[in-house]
Structure formats: C-alpha cells, structure tokens
C-alpha cells in the first residue's frame, strides 16, 4: 500500500530566508501525481504545487518549488523568501487512481 | 466559480443528535470526496462519489455515517446518531477526472463540527 511521510512535525525559518520541508512516500507504480497542500490557521486547504512523476523537470510555482526525486521516492518542497503568510500547515500527498492519500503534515513557523 | 461550498461552518450538538453535512462541488466536476480531519488521525478519506455514484466507502468509520450524493451539485454527509468522538473538521473536495492536471482537488472550507 502506498504512505506518505513527512518526518518533520514542525520547522522555523526567519523571514526572507529560505526552507525546504521534506516528504517521502512508497510506491509500487510508476505513474502518479504529488502534491503540496498548504492549510493556515483559517483550515482551508490550498493547493501549493504539483509534480507530475513523468515529468523530470521540477515544478516552480513564484516562490515554491520542489525536488522531486523518482528514485529515491522523494518530494521535498522549497520555499524561497518566506512570508508571514506561509506560516501554516503543510501536508504532502500522493494521488493514486482518484484517491489521495495524505501526510501527517508539517507545522511552519515564519519568525519576523 | 465560487469554489467548493461547505455548510454549515460550525455545528454544536448534542451526543445522539442527527448532524447533516453539506457540500456543494465546483460546477463541472465529476469526482466528490469527504474527508475527516482530526489532530489524532489526520487527515482521512471517509467516501468519494464518480458522477454522483459512491465509489469506495471503505473510509466511513461505522454505520451511523451515510453519505449521499443526489445530484451533481449536491452531497451531504449524514451522523446519526453523533458521539463526542466524531467531533473533527470535515472537508468536502471535487476534481475534474478530464483536468489535466492530475486531477487535483479543490477543498471546501471545511466544517467544524464539535459534539458535546
């Protein structure tokens, strides 16, 4: 069965500075999608980014980016000048048929 | 669009209460997820719906949840009767199977349900 782990309960990063929060997961299959999901204090999850597993070029969206690596089943998330508005939750998750199958989330702390 | 709709927000009952959920999906969409989030477990999948047709229920902890989806636009999550252990946030998702883009979901607000 496929998992998904995110090891890091909880990280910090000062203002502007740059984190990357990790995830990894198992799979037997070859085609799937991973994402990052942000939820902030107000609960609302929010698609941050997307990988495709096909793609071998990582996916950017502004200040997010990720480091996808298919061999080692890996899916970390970058982000660059970070925000007070990026403190919030974070959850990795892998798509398999129509079915998500979560992380149990990383807690970002941006201090000012 | 609007995005997914949740209703209500909050919800406050009484062990042995009926509790009804519901959930508008994005116009379009074809595929309706519930989920129930709590600080113990997590996020979890409870059932999700294809064009309307519940697909896999293996998520639906016991018999007093039910779920419906009537029409496209429409499903609600049903408890009855509720205990003070279903108490969590429960978010409504879709996705369009023919996005492109992986069918990502889009979540609903989510409502925050608290038994007493």
């Known amino acids: 069965a496929q998992t998904v782990t995110q090891s890091q309960p909880e990280m910090s990063v000062q203002e502007a500075e740059t984190v990357t929060l990790s995830c990894t997961y198992d799979?037997?299959?070859?085609?799937?999608?991973l994402f990052w999901y942000k939820q902030p204090p107000s609960r609302q999850m929010i698609l941050v980014i997307r990988q495709e597993a096909y793609k071998q070029q990582n996916a950017t969206e502004n200040r997010f980016s990720v480091n996808f690596q298919k061999a080692a089943k890996s899916f970390s998330l970058k982000i660059s000048d970070s925000q007070l508005g990026d403190a919030a939750m974070y959850f990795c998750?892998?798509?398999?048929?129509?079915?998500?199958?979560f992380g149990t989330g990383t807690r970002l702390k941006v201090l000012a | 669009d609007a995005g997914v709709i949740q209703s209500p927000r909050h919800e406050v009952t009484e062990m042995g209460q009926e509790v009804t959920l519901r959930c508008k999906p994005i116009s379009g969409h074809d595929y309706l997820f519930w989920y129930r989030q709590t600080m113990m477990r997590g996020l979890e999948l409870l059932i999700y719906?294809?064009?309307?047709?519940?697909?896999?229920d293996s998520g639906m902890p016991e018999d007093r949840f039910s779920a419906k989806m009537p029409n496209a636009s429409f499903s609600t999550l049903k408890i009855q009767p509720s205990e003070p252990r279903d108490s969590a946030v429960y978010f409504c998702a879709s996705s369009f199977a023919g996005g492109g883009g992986g069918e990502t979901q889009y979540f609903g607000p989510g409502t925050r349900l608290l038994v007493l």
């Open positions: 799979t037997s299959e070859s085609d799937y999608y």
């Open positions: 719906f294809n064009n309307n047709v519940p697909i896999d």
């Open positions: 998750a892998y798509r398999t048929t129509y079915k998500y199958i």
